[in-house]
């Protein structure tokens, strides 16, 4: 059986990393620490993710749309040469998802992003390779993905069908509000997102509140990241935990919080197994917490979406701030 199938936008990543300034018009600026062709896209960086945390080769799958160009091909070889199993919708009349990212040193990134292919997922695509893979975990990324987006309850209600975990997780949405998101929780047994798009989600600037109504929505557990302060994780029941971040140089911010939910996802199927979600306790969540923030940590040491994140960083840096981690862990009740 496969372990985690990904499904969403596609992209290829033009980072340009720990800039001194954004250029005046008319000017230049050097980029001192080069500028890279990277893969990206939540399931790209999630996916990957999981392979190097330690998941066997071929036991990941990704659907999604690409270009027949050359950032299509780049996206392809890579997650293959990874060991991910691809199920990939190719199109010569639209060019791949891409996105330039500045990083100014200090500075959280800009995005600029070509919609491209993944702008044409059809969501009866994935809902077959749902059922015919039969993933432990579904693992869906939407917000720019056109009809993939309305329709992504018909995605996870295939997957609950079926019996796997259902996934949630999203991007600043193109063509419409932030509540789209709102209609699909219901069939999330795993939602995900920052503290900023929690209020953008429901429209509201108390945090304290979204989070509540969240809740209500979610069908399982909620987690928020929020950046260097660190994360918050709920459970269905209200119990829930918040954890102080670990302490690391960022060189690139490109991709923590996919790391963080392909290490949400790696702690699930590690330390919960058969275990139903509604049976986890307030301690297996705070260490299902602590590795996902170790692992979002790990990507932020390096420029790139997945470059930093193996199974040895994310251990070293557990080893060194761990139990300073697990030990700031604060529980509540909303």
Known sequence: MLKVLTSGFMVADI???????IAEPGHLVFASKGIKLTIGGHPCNVSIDLIQLGL???SVGAVGVIGKDAFGAF???????KGILTYLTELSEVG?????ILVVKGEDRRFHVDLGASWYLDPEIVSKRVLELKPKVVYTASGICGKFDEKLSDVLRAAKKIGSLTFVDMVEPYGKQWDYIIEHLKYADVFHCNDIELKNIFKTDNFEYALKVANKKVNGIIFVTLGEKGAIAILKDGKGIKQKGFNVKVIDPTGAGDAFCAGIIYSLLEKIGPKALSDITVKELEEILMFGQATGAACVTGVGTTTNVTKENVTLILNLQGKKVLDSTEVFKI
Not at 96 to 100: D, R, S
Request: aromatic share 0%; proline share 5%; glycine share 0%.
């Open 96 to 100: 791949t998802t891409k996105n330039i």
């Open 15 to 21: 980072i340009a990393a720990e800039l001194p300034k």
């Open 75 to 81: 996206i392809k070889n890579i997650l293959e040469e």
């Open 56 to 58: 066997e080769r071929n």
